[in-house]
């Protein structure tokens, strides 16, 4: 059983129920406006998909003490329980810098260790907070062809604006980062793990990097000659 956690004295975090049905499409409007925002994409789901998942007890829901909703995740399963992905974390914009996200994505890793002890625990994102986060959960970067081949992991891309580059680029680019958290590698003894990401310590070198590949792949446009894009995609490669 998973404890819901009072945050600050202000915040409720726990797993979604049939109490929270009603915040459904509150939580899929505030999903698209975010989306739209920063040009990026959160795979969008409709309503049914999100109270789907609180009946199955697989989301995350924050709320104040007093019952409003702060923010939700939810994690959804892929290649019959091999990965786990924690997805959809979503923070109104009026609670965020406030903490929250780290806890609803703490608790949404919790739950998945709980249901999934086995599972490898991925993510794809744009956003440093979130890779911050997860790597302090454990999670380390990884490349894209490491994520689910499940063509129904990747169908969930297709409402974001970048999906043309994923498809572009044959699965090998997109902005967004995949990130990974193995368990067998945390099994392993201490002298025999990989090393950790620091990401304090690389994150400006990240950030920079993540600059220069948005701008490359954000170049590279359908229509242009095969050959055009194949250099840009040896520029990426080498960058």
Excluded at 171 to 185: A, I, Q, S, V
Aim: charged share 30%; net charge positive; glycine share 6%.
């Amino acid at each position: 059983m998973i404890t819901p956690e009072v945050v600050n004295d202000q915040y409720m975090v726990q797993v979604a129920n049939e109490n929270h049905l009603t915040l459904a499409e509150t939580i899929c409007r505030e999903m698209e406006e975010s989306a739209k925002a920063r040009g990026t994409g959160i795979a969008k789901r409709s309503p049914i998909y999100i109270m789907e998942k609180m009946l199955e007890g697989k989301a995350i829901v924050a709320t104040t003490l007093a019952g409003e909703w702060v923010g939700f995740c939810y994690i959804e399963t892929w290649e019959h329980g091999k990965f786990v992905a924690n997805s959809g974390l979503i923070v109104r914009p009026d609670h965020r810098k406030s903490g929250i996200a780290t806890r609803i994505k703490a608790k949404a890793f919790e739950l998945s260790r709980k249901m999934f002890p086995t599972a490898k625990i991925i993510g794809i994102t744009t956003s440093l907070a979130v890779m911050k986060i997860n790597s302090d959960l454990g999670y380390q970067p990884v490349t894209l062809s490491e994520l689910p081949g499940d063509e129904a992991f990747w169908k969930g891309c297709q409402t974001c604006a970048n999906f043309d580059i994923l498809t572009r680029t044959n699965r090998k680019h997109c902005l967004c980062t995949g990130m990974l958290y193995d368990p067998d590698e945390h099994k392993k003894p201490e002298e025999e793990k990989e090393t950790k990401w620091n990401f304090l310590k690389e994150s400006k070198l990240y950030e920079r990097w993540m600059r220069i590949k948005e701008r490359i792949l954000l170049r590279l446009q359908s229509d242009r000659p095969r050959s055009r894009v194949s250099r840009r995609e040896r520029e990426l490669e080498t960058a």
